[in-house]
């Protein structure tokens, strides 16, 4: 997919290489300086015999890190699987050939891929109930990570949809010409002809989001919402909040998410490649 | 100016109870004038050392030493892939740790403060992605064109300069503008190392007050309105430096 | 000529001397040239010589190394073995001054390479004022008139993307006369251009000959061969199979090759 004269070939932003050789080497990088200021910490403390040493403070919470990491996890996956709904449904909305529905869809899109997260984040935890209530009298709690996820899942919807739309342009008219000459009605045309060719176009720039949306989940933190950060927080705190346990735990976080997100990473440039030739 | 929205303020507070206090009291609109100040300068800088920082970055990744280009990868790759929140919280809480603290008499003030910390991190992580776009662009520049340069006699340095840098800059603008953009919504993540930014100093205003979905509308709107006018300007310059004839 | 290179006085007026029009030494000479991308050859032995104010053009089936031929005179492209010689310079000595050697040669290319980002003046002008360093004014005035002979008065102030493929070519000539070269290579710049176009770029190359201009052309017009150049040679599996007077290549060719070649195109 090559672009015209004096354009950005998009093939060309993604990894050159693969190369797992240099995520290894990346990985390390960070290990390194991870171990290197647990090193710090641990000598700075080893002093104090009576409190505990800082990769001993760091190995008994990483259970509990890794617990509220799950929860990242599971709402990124939650959070996914809504987004990519709605956000089809909003996509197709946005290439209707019916004006009443093409202009809102069009601007909830714009809305929601031009608001910073952080503040669809507050809006969502803010104005939705703490619980639901069904006629019958029964009230269904709505935690706050269930909000945080919906919250999540907004902007995703917006970029789904676009990821939609520009896929649909990218068909050839000439796929539409074709198959109105055969006498599919426009419904027939997307269902059968031009949606299944989309799919595998839009799979990059639908993994790119999951990753987005997934290194956007410590947000929930904030809310005091038990995912990986919130939980490393609180057992600094636990640990008596000495501040050389701070440089370890936060390195912790971001190699843990790293160690997540990277081969995520691969996998869509090496899907990238493998779709730009066909 | 205050004075010229205050009555109209006043007066929807009286008939609706839509509570603008920002707009009508003289120190909660002081506090929506330094939020938004503080808002504008750290979107500026982080912008601004972004894209510096992606510029060093691509030329460093045309060196021929592959001992810097490992470098550079390994920081793309780390930045990108890891939340920009802990990215802020890190550089903040854990680096900051490090940092050395200036007597003022009587206490400490950190050397680096949370702004600088959050105007750090934010170009660090937006560098991160410009360094590919800028390396993107210097590829597309057309070899042909570099020969044609160097039969014209001129130097090297002469050919980045005069044909190479012009081209890749236009070349990379469209993407450029989207990842500034980007930027921008993302600098709302100062909040959480207490940069008295707009988001900040709002949530302050709405627990004093009570008037949450105002005080989140006028936050929306901040933010639309600064990523509307970011971006105007970038297309603007798009426009500007369009290679006319190309126009698409 | 003020040329700031590296030659000494006395060689540059010597090789001035020397390739004055009907002497006997050569202006660019080519002896033994060989080229070869990596294990494949393209070029296997190639000597010839141009003297100065001769037009030559060079025709041959795809892949015959003409192309190749004429980026290794202008330095663009090493070779292996051998030697070429433009204007008293060796160009496959490792210490030539490749600047120096490329204001003595210029190039116009199948793709013209205008420089989009700059009008067409602008792009006439940049090398000599950005290499040369020669005063705006002088250089602008020159620059008009270059414009000028290759009749694009007027479209001084567009830019490449606003003109027809036979305009851009005509401004890629006028660029490379710019520098006021010894030698023209043009490689096949007529290849890209629709019908039309290629007869006005052509009566350009052919103004430039009538004014004493050394050309040499890669080229697959032979209407234009025969009614300009003054020596043809036909190139195959890179090497020279003939070469020639026009009158007598056209109508008489003595090898096979060359006849079998003619007969396809002609």
């Avoid at chain 3, 006085?9 to 009907?22: I, K, L, V, Y």
Wanted: include cysteine; proline fraction near 6%.
């Amino acid at each position: 997919m090559s672009a015209g004269p004096f354009r950005l070939d998009p093939a060309l932003l993604a990894e050159r290489k693969p190369s797992a050789f240099i995520g290894w080497r990346t990985g390390l990088v960070l290990a390194a300086a991870f171990a290197v200021s647990l090193g710090v910490a641990q000598a700075q403390s080893g002093q104090d015999a009576a409190k505990q040493s800082a990769i001993g403070t760091l190995v008994t919470w990483t259970p509990f890190i890794l617990q509220g990491f799950l929860l990242n996890l599971a709402m990124s996956f939650l959070a996914m699987i809504l987004a990519t709904a709605s956000g089809i449904v909003l996509g197709l909305m946005q290439i209707s050939p019916n004006r009443a529905i093409r202009v809102p869809s069009r601007f909830v899109t714009r809305l929601l891929r031009n608001s910073p997260w952080l503040i669809i984040l507050f809006v969502v935890m803010y104005f939705l109930p703490v619980e639901i209530r069904l006629p019958a009298g029964a009230k269904i709690p709505f935690p706050d990570w269930l909000k945080a996820t919906l919250a999540f899942a907004l902007p995703v919807m917006g970029n789904v949809s676009e990821v939609l739309r520009g896929a649909v342009n990218s068909i050839p008219s000439g796929q539409w010409e074709s198959a109105e000459s055969l006498a599919f009605t426009r419904g027939q045309t997307l269902r059968l002809i031009i949606l299944p060719q989309c799919v595998r176009r839009a799979i990059p720039p639908w993994m790119n989001w999951y990753a987005m949306l997934t290194l956007s989940t410590p947000m929930a933190s904030i809310f005091s919402v038990h995912e990986a950060v919130s939980n490393a927080q609180a057992g600094m705190e636990s640990a008596g909040a000495r501040p050389e346990l701070l440089l370890p735990f936060y390195l912790f976080l971001l190699c843990l998410f790293f160690a997540y997100i990277y081969p995520i990473a691969l996998w869509t440039r090496a899907l990238e490649r493998k779709y730009a030739i066909a | 100016m205050l004075d010229l929205l205050a009555p109209f303020f006043k007066d929807l507070y009286a008939r609706t109870g839509l509570n603008f206090i920002v707009f009508y009291d003289p120190y909660e609109f002081g506090r929506l004038l330094n939020g938004a100040a503080i808002s504008a300068q750290l979107i500026v800088w982080s912008l601004l050392l972004s894209l510096v920082i992606g510029i060093v970055g691509a030329w460093v990744q045309s060196s021929q030493s592959a001992v810097l280009r490992g470098v550079v990868n390994a920081y793309i790759q780390a930045f990108r892939n890891t939340p920009p929140m802990i990215q802020l919280l890190f550089f903040y809480f854990g680096l900051g740790a490090f940092t050395p603290t200036v007597d003022m008499g009587g206490y400490s003030q950190p050397l680096i403060s949370s702004f600088t910390w959050a105007v750090l991190s934010l170009g660090i992580f937006g560098g991160a992605f410009n360094v590919e776009i800028f390396r993107a662009g210097l590829q597309a520049v057309p070899h042909a064109m570099l020969e044609a340069a160097e039969s014209l006699c001129f130097s090297r340095w002469q050919t980045y300069r005069y044909v190479t840098l012009p081209l890749a800059f236009r070349i990379s603008l469209p993407a450029l503008t989207n990842n500034l953009i980007s930027l921008a919504k993302t600098s709302s993540l100062a909040y959480v190392i207490s940069v008295p930014e707009m988001t900040y100093v709002l949530s302050q205003v709405w627990s004093d007050n009570i008037n949450v979905p105002e005080m989140m509308l006028l936050l929306f709107a901040f933010y639309l309105a600064a990523v509307w006018i970011i971006g105007a300007m970038l297309h603007w310059l798009e426009r500007r430096l369009a290679l006319p004839g190309y126009g698409q | 000529m003020p040329s700031p290179d590296n030659a000494s006085p006395a060689a540059s007026a010597t090789s001035r001397a020397a390739a004055a029009p009907g002497s006997a030494v050569p202006i660019v000479s080519l002896r033994d040239v060989h080229k070869s991308f990596g294990t494949f050859q393209v070029i296997k032995g190639v000597s010839m010589d141009v003297r100065r104010g001769e037009v030559v053009c060079i025709i041959g089936p795809s892949g015959s190394g003409k192309s190749t031929l004429i980026r290794c005179i202008n330095g663009l492209t090493p070779i292996q073995q051998g030697s070429i010689k433009v204007a008293g310079r060796e160009v496959n000595d490792p210490k030539l001054d490749k600047l120096a050697l490329r204001r003595e040669v210029g190039i116009v290319f199948q793709q013209y390479n205008l420089f989009p980002h700059k009008t067409a003046l602008e792009n006439v002008m940049m090398a000599p004022l950005k290499v040369l360093r020669e005063p705006r004014a002088e250089v602008e005035q020159r620059a008009r008139e270059l414009i000028a002979k290759v009749r694009l008065t007027g479209k001084e102030d567009a830019y490449p993307g606003q003109l027809s493929g036979g305009q851009q070519q005509r401004v890629a000539i006028a660029r490379s006369l710019a520098m006021r070269p010894e030698v023209m290579l043009f490689d096949e710049v007529t290849a890209a251009l629709d019908p039309e176009t290629v007869k006005e770029v052509l009566v350009t190359i052919k103004a430039l000959a009538a004014d004493g201009m050394t050309c040499i052309l890669v080229t697959h017009e032979m209407g234009f061969a025969r009614e300009v150049a003054d020596c043809v040679y036909f190139t195959d599996g890179g090497l020279i199979v003939e070469s020639g007077p026009p009158g007598a290549f056209f109508s008489g060719a003595k090898d096979p090759r060359t006849r079998q070649f003619l007969s396809q195109v002609l």
